[in-house]
């Protein structure tokens, strides 16, 4: 990995520099931009700047594994999706704002917000129990708490099958597929962690449910905020309520439209015996566009990751063989939003990839490099 590639996946810091910098030193106006950079820069930079189909080496592979850069920049992040909501709340309970204002202030903090769901992902896939806490942490600021329970025992079990309430099928509209995903998630998570429990003789009402945890904790964080920023029990900081549900919303949002754009109409075969062959590269959307793909941890080599999920971002793979999609995320976002565009488009692209598909037995030969 080449330095500037190293040093810009430190790049995501720039929603934060342009967040709060903007507001302080431009104009109170800077509340949008965060929004402006991620739906309307980013994607113009996604094509100005070059792709990155580029693979870390067997003598780099191990060096980045072990540098303690990488595990900064996701940690850090954590700590500062939680300054800066407190931050939010601030400066909506001290300063003049107007209405467009802090409509731009709450679009901004979801755009920031979507990406530490980003990160509870990355560590949440690790074993290590501080950055399994780092993860909860994360997503209890989104109301997302059950995603750690349901992504990592559900999702990367089930995906590419019915059975995945995150995979969307093909022709589904990402309104559709929001409420597959969200309730379907839930539903799933809840049964995840009840078949847990009572595996250990543990009663499913008990401080032992981490879905009790994930709905009663960001309820509380939520109210601590609140709290922290009334004036008094009369004059309680309503926006401070809003500003935290909405940022939770987009995040949210924000997030199952990735869902959608990662495994969009892509099934696994179902094998005689029932089940369906094993999760490889071939079964997962995926975007080389180096822009997007330093400022969100390397999340659109995604094949890779459902191949080997606690393998590090830094050292994630582009196949070649898997399904590539045409734009990087936050324009396939956009996309999904007009259907008729996202069918026009999508529904060719995986007609032409499904005629075209390489056979599994050599996708499988590459996945194993570096296993």
């Not at 896939?125 to 950055?131: G, K, L, T, W």
């Not at 429990?197 to 905020?225: D, G, H, R, T, Y």
């Given at each position: 990995m080449g330095i500037r590639k190293k040093i810009g996946f430190a790049w995501g810091y720039s929603f934060i520099a342009f967040y709060i910098l903007g507001y302080y030193f431009i104009t109170p106006n800077w509340t949008y931009f965060v929004f402006i950079y991620a739906y309307g820069l980013i994607p113009i930079l996604d094509e100005i700047v070059s792709r990155?189909?580029?693979?870390?080496?067997a003598d780099e592979f191990e060096k980045l594994i072990k540098d303690r850069y990488f595990d900064f920049l996701v940690y850090s992040h954590v700590y500062i999706q939680?300054?800066?909501?407190?931050?939010?709340?601030?400066?909506?309970?001290?300063d003049k704002l107007t209405w467009y204002q802090i409509l731009g202030l709450m679009l901004s903090q979801g755009v920031y917000a979507s990406t530490i769901i980003n990160v509870a992902h990355e560590l949440g896939?690790?074993?290590?129990?501080?950055?399994q806490f780092h993860a909860r942490a994360a997503l209890i600021s989104v109301c997302y708490m059950h995603f750690f329970v349901e992504h990592n025992r559900g999702h990367h079990v089930h995906v590419a099958t019915p059975l995945d309430p995150a995979t969307a099928r093909k022709n589904q509209t990402v309104f559709s597929f929001w409420r597959q995903s969200v309730i379907g998630g839930f539903?799933?998570?809840?049964?995840?962690?009840?078949?847990?429990?009572?595996?250990?003789?543990?009663?499913?009402?008990?401080?032992?449910?981490?879905?009790?945890?994930?709905?009663?904790?960001?309820?509380?964080?939520?109210?601590?905020?609140?709290?922290?920023?009334?004036?008094s029990m009369h004059k309680i900081a309503w926006i401070v309520l809003l500003f935290f549900v909405v940022q939770s919303i987009i995040a949210i949002l924000?997030?199952?439209?990735?869902?959608?754009?990662?495994?969009?109409?892509?099934l696994r075969k179902?094998?005689?015996n029932g089940r369906y062959e094993k999760v490889n590269p071939l079964h997962s959307w995926n975007a080389n566009h180096y822009y997007s793909n330093v400022l969100l941890f390397n999340l659109q080599r995604h094949s890779d990751h459902h191949a080997y999920a606690a393998r590090p971002y830094q050292v994630l793979r582009h196949f070649d063989e898997s399904p590539q999609l045409p734009f990087g995320y936050t324009m396939m976002i956009l996309m999904s939003l007009v259907p008729p565009i996202w069918f026009k488009i999508m529904n060719r692209r995986l007609e032409e990839w499904q005629q075209n598909s390489v056979d599994t037995e050599h996708i499988i030969k590459v996945v194993k490099q570096f296993a």
């Open positions: 990155d189909s580029q693979n870390a080496s939680y300054f800066i909501l407190a931050w939010g709340c601030y400066i909506l309970t001290h896939h690790r074993v290590s129990p501080i950055a539903k799933s998570a809840w049964k995840i962690e009840k078949k847990l429990l009572q595996k250990n003789n543990k009663s499913i009402w008990s401080i032992s449910n981490e879905m009790i945890w994930a709905v009663v904790l960001p309820i509380l964080l939520c109210a601590l905020f609140t709290a922290l920023f009334s004036e924000s997030l199952e439209c990735v869902n959608y754009i990662e495994h969009y109409g892509i179902q094998l005689e």
